[in-house]
């Protein structure tokens, strides 16, 4: 044989006239024909090849075969194998011409090997047996019913199997016409009944009986042939005797009565193959139920379809592996990407993806993912969030940054919180596969955003996300956003958890900062924090401060011994509990949705603690908002619960923002310094708030009994300033938006003070006589008035005399004249 096809074998490995490579062939084939394993030349598709050789021009066998090809090209049917291509071919082998005829069909593999490749064991197998026969079924059913058509060889050999399970009936050598309507017909009906094996002939075959054939239905010589088939899959091997198709020990009770039925003595009473679908109690099982369900997924309505969908995730835990993974998931990954499919069948299809390879996976479930992130509906985008970590490290960083985060980047805009917060919690997956274009030009503005969010769950895993993804940011965007976020921003955030996540994401990425910003630009914030009125934050801040201080010291230390002066940044070895990905401070939000906007009611998860070995849990221990405390040393009837604490560092020249929150640097040019969360939560006017010129007036300062302090910024050179002081600045939207709310770190030069002194009260200590940029502090509990007297106070009420309010207070130190107090 494999001589035969060497002559007929071009250079490109394929028969000349065909064009179709001839790989391996299976074990076995219906008659004389042999089943070949093919590829297609022109793109390397799988296919079959069936091949067979005659002995001379008037074989009977080619005959027949060519009667073969040419009803499998014309008959088409879901569970008819489907033809693709046929050729004959001629050669001379020993001076004798053979005939070769070569057909080519879609990949499917013969019934016999593929059910013991699968070795499916009781319940199970019956199962795949039961959607097998019923796809058989349908098939002779049509052939007899609507074709008139007699197949006339039914048994295993007749069956194969394509890669998503389908059986399929082939061998259509013997098919002929059902003539029994003719009265003029005479001979044999089925003119190639000789090759029809004996075991499987009927009584009245077996006698060439066709006149009782012909009174017959059309369907009896099929039916005995459906009773062949089911002896051969129970029994697990083929039919050798007709006899032994009287030994039912193997056939299933719920099938045994139509098995009697389809194996009658008398043709014209045996069962009809479309009663058997319909009436078998064997076919109603889950299977069966399930995959019919989705082949005609679009004839049912939404109910039917949720319902169905819901139900999906746990029945696929009951049916056979196998059948689920090459049939199931195929319909349902096509009911998704085509839109038939509603967004509950999200939950198994990815149930069913997490039970194939990787390299199966990203070949049949990840394409439809990435197509999904486009869509419009908003439970879809939900789902696909929610198990972002089940298919996410699978993801090219091409389709992340070109296909998917441009659609994933629409929820930090969107108006539901919970999509928010499932966009942000995304990003710890997401990010690792952006490029840094996108990152700087695109995720941080987003965060930027988010930090200022309404929602204090939402502001706090921000927070942390920075924190986690701070490897992923180049080096000169780690300088530019990560202690301006954590600072200017969480620290002073009105929200506990907030400010305990600022800490804890500052501790996590000490490695970014060299011992200077540790000692100018992180430790005045956290010292503030000592004395916060939430414990949880207390006890983190004294515990980050205390580890920044010794990592300094331990730098120091270094260097005065020796080492490599030239390393700038702090050692991290006495923050080694702090390594590890933070955790999500507040672990959802308890928002409740109708079902045209996320498709379901949203219930809040529980929240984490950290962990003193592995930050992978966080301060917040309730996602309820409180109250932040009151300010140290301030005491103000305007205060606003929601609003961020600002708390104020003290009066050495660390603070660069002043008491009321009021900043006298450039971090008030874009309007973030004194921000009131609750105040302004929209984020159309913070960005205003960020385009638009700032204009620095002068302090207003509140009328009620207060301690006050004035801080100003004594790294800066001062400069006596003269009524009012406008401060311009604008801001590029391809700037990093964090970058405005930098504060300066401190000058280190010393300024000389002036030796005047005035009046202090309660405290008697002589204040420097001040420049425009020095601080100036006035004793506690002194009223407005007594704090403005003699000169000053009252050029004050001059200048404000008949316009109904007074001259507001000049920036920068003022001398301050007082009465004597008796008490001094």
């Known amino acids: 044989m494999f001589k035969f096809l060497k002559g007929v074998v071009g250079s490109g490995g394929g028969i000349k006239d065909l064009p179709y490579n001839i790989g391996e062939p299976y074990s076995s084939a219906w008659g004389s024909w042999t089943h070949y394993r093919g590829t297609s030349k022109d793109d390397n598709s799988p296919v079959s090849i069936f091949s067979l050789v005659g002995t001379s021009a008037q074989d009977g066998r080619l005959v027949a075969a060519r009667n073969g090809a040419k009803r499998l090209r014309t008959v088409r049917h879901p569970n008819i194998l489907s033809y693709i291509h046929s050729t004959e071919a001629e050669t001379i082998e020993g001076g004798v011409t053979k005939q070769t005829i070569y057909v080519v069909t879609e990949p499917v593999t013969p019934l016999a090997e593929k059910i013991k490749e699968l070795n499916l064991k009781g319940t199970q197998r019956d199962e795949f047996f039961a959607w097998g026969l019923h796809q058989v079924t349908k098939a002779v059913s049509f052939l007899n019913n609507d074709c008139k058509l007699v197949h006339g060889n039914v048994c295993v050999d007749a069956v194969v199997v394509t890669p998503t399970l389908d059986w399929k009936l082939h061998a259509f050598d013997v098919l002929s016409e059902f003539d029994g309507g003719n009265p003029a017909a005479s001979g044999p009906m089925l003119q190639y009944e000789y090759l029809v094996a004996p075991q499987y002939k009927s009584q009245e075959l077996a006698k060439n009986d066709w006149a009782t054939i012909r009174k017959s239905s059309p369907w009896a010589l099929d039916s005995w042939g459906l009773g062949c088939l089911i002896y051969e899959l129970f029994l697990g091997s083929k039919l050798t005797r007709t006899e032994d198709l009287r030994n039912t020990q193997s056939i299933p009770k719920t099938l045994l009565p139509d098995y009697q039925r389809l194996l009658g003595s008398v043709p014209s009473r045996r069962m009809n193959p479309s009663k058997l679908i319909e009436n078998s109690e064997f076919f109603q099982n889950k299977l069966v139920e399930t995959i019919q369900f989705m082949e005609v997924l679009n004839l049912k309505d939404s109910v039917e379809k949720d319902s169905f969908f819901r139900k999906l995730s746990t029945l696929i835990e009951q049916l056979p592996r196998e059948i689920v993974l090459r049939k199931l998931l195929p319909l349902l990954a096509s009911a998704l990407e085509f839109g038939s499919a509603a967004a509950p069948a999200l939950n198994p299809l990815l149930k069913m993806g997490s039970w194939l390879s990787q390299d199966d996976f990203n070949a049949k479930v990840l394409p439809t993912v990435v197509k999904l992130f486009a869509s419009t509906d908003r439970a879809i985008r939900v789902g696909l969030l929610q198990h972002i970590e089940s298919f996410g490290n699978g993801l090219s960083t091409q ?79 780690r300088k530019r956003v990560l202690i301006n976020a954590f600072t200017v921003r969480a620290l002073r955030d009105g929200f506990a958890p907030a400010r305990g996540a600022g800490i804890m994401a500052l501790t996590a990425t000490v490695q970014y900062y060299d011992a200077t910003e540790i000692a100018t630009r992180i430790l005045p914030h956290l010292v503030v924090l000592t004395v916060d009125g939430d414990s949880d934050v207390r006890s983190k801040a004294f515990q980050a401060t205390e580890s920044f201080l010794q990592a300094i010291k331990q730098y120091y230390e270094k260097m005065s011994l020796g080492g490599d002066t030239a390393a700038s940044s702090a050692s991290a070895s006495g923050l080694s509990v702090n390594s590890g990905l933070l955790g999500w401070a507040v672990s959802s939000l308890t928002v409740t949705k109708t079902k045209a906007d996320i498709g379901a009611t949203v219930t809040s998860q529980s929240s984490e603690t950290s962990s003193p070995e592995k930050v992978s849990r966080t301060s917040a221990t309730s996602v309820s908002e409180r109250p932040p405390p009151p300010p140290v040393s301030v005491h103000t009837s305007s205060y606003q619960p929601e609003a961020p604490a600002v708390v104020s560092p003290t009066s050495d020249g660390w603070g660069d923002i002043g008491e009321n929150g009021n900043f006298n640097d450039d971090d008030d040019a874009d309007g973030w310094g004194d921000m009131g969360l609750a105040e302004e939560p929209a984020l159309a006017r913070i960005h205003a708030a960020q385009q638009r010129p700032v204009s620095v007036t002068k302090t207003q300062v509140s009328t009620t009994t207060t301690t006050v302090k004035s801080n100003v910024d004594t790294s800066r050179p001062s400069a006596p300033v003269r009524g009012h002081v406008e401060i311009r600045k604008t801001m590029d939207d391809d700037d990093d938006p964090w970058a405005s709310i930098a504060a300066p770190p401190p000058s280190s030069t010393a300024r000389p003070l002036s030796s005047a002194s005035s009046a202090s009260s309660g405290r008697g200590s002589l204040a420097p006589r001040g420049r425009a940029g020095q601080h100036v502090s006035i004793g506690q509990h002194v009223s407005l008035e007594k704090a403005l007297g003699g000169s000053g106070a009252s050029d004050a009420g001059r200048g404000g005399r008949g316009r109904g309010r007074a001259a507001p207070m000049k920036l920068g130190a003022q001398r301050v004249t007082r009465p004597p107090q008796d008490n001094v």
């Open 399 to 477: 389709v992340v940054d070109e296909q998917i985060f441009p659609h994933v980047a629409t929820g930090f805009s969107d108006s539901s919180a919970f999509l928010r917060e499932l966009t942000l919690k995304s990003m710890l997956v997401l990010s690792q596969k952006l490029s840094q274009r996108t990152v700087t030009g695109s995720l941080l503005k987003y965060l930027s955003k988010l930090q200022v969010d309404e929602e204090p769950a939402i502001r706090t895993n921000t927070t942390i996300l920075l924190g986690n993804i701070a490897g992923h940011l180049n080096e000169a965007t």
